[in-house]
């Protein structure tokens, strides 16, 4: 899928999302992760390139930045991996994937809720490689790019999973 068929379709499907990144599945296959700015998006997208050399996250499919809704949005192509449900995760899980995250990629996976988490070839995996929402709000003012873009979706457009 090229950048004008992303562009096409992404309006159309539903999403997720968090506090912070949108969530859209183009396919079975693939999702793309919308960020508000360039720096979240690098930051977030960087991370989880390192994790799924390692197995540790899903793998990622470049870069991509697109106009979403309006408005400029850096976005990141990602695998689909199956989400975790409060059944299938297991805290002992969570502090090896912690530990191994922090050790391996020197990213503290704080934010480990079940929402955060997926499993591939039934390891439990990190899906979100944010470190801290409110830091890249922070940076993202004092460099005056700071946009909200989420929150004028909240009511009709997000599913929360
Ligand atoms: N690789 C993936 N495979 C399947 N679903 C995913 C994937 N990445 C994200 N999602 C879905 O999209 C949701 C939002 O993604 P993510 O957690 O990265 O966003 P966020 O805004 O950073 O969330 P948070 O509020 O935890 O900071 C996830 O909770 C999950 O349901
Ligand atoms: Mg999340």
């Known amino acids: ?5 992303i562009q096409k379709v992404v309006h159309t499907l539903p999403i997720s999302a968090g506090l912070f990144c949108i969530f859209v599945k183009l396919n079975q296959n693939i999702g793309i992760k919308i960020y508000p ?3 979240s998006r690098d930051d977030v997208y960087k ?3 390192k994790a799924a050399k390692l197995d540790l996250g899903p793998i990622t499919y470049g870069i ?3 106009e979403y809704r309006g ?3 850096y976005c990141y192509l990602t695998e689909i991996v199956e989400t975790c449900t409060p059944s299938m995760y297991n805290l002992l899980h969570v502090k090896y994937l912690r530990e191994e995250l922090l050790d391996k ?3 503290n996976f704080l934010d480990n809720h079940y929402k955060n988490c997926g499993i591939k070839n039934e390891k439990l995996i990190c899906i979100d490689f944010g470190e801290n929402d409110s830091d ?3 940076i993202d003012e004092k460099f005056g790019v ?3 873009m989420t929150n004028e979706y909240l009511e009709d457009n997000i599913k929360y999973v």
Do not use: G, H, S
Request: hydrophobic share 30%; no cysteine.
């Open 105 to 107: 990629i020197n990213f």
């Open 64 to 66: 991509v930045d697109i």
């Open 136 to 138: 890249y709000i922070l």
């Open 47 to 49: 991370r989880q390139k």
């Open 146 to 148: 700071y946009r909200d």
């Open 71 to 73: 408005q400029k949005a």
């Open 37 to 39: 700015t360039k720096y």
């Open 1 to 5: 899928m090229n950048k004008d068929e």
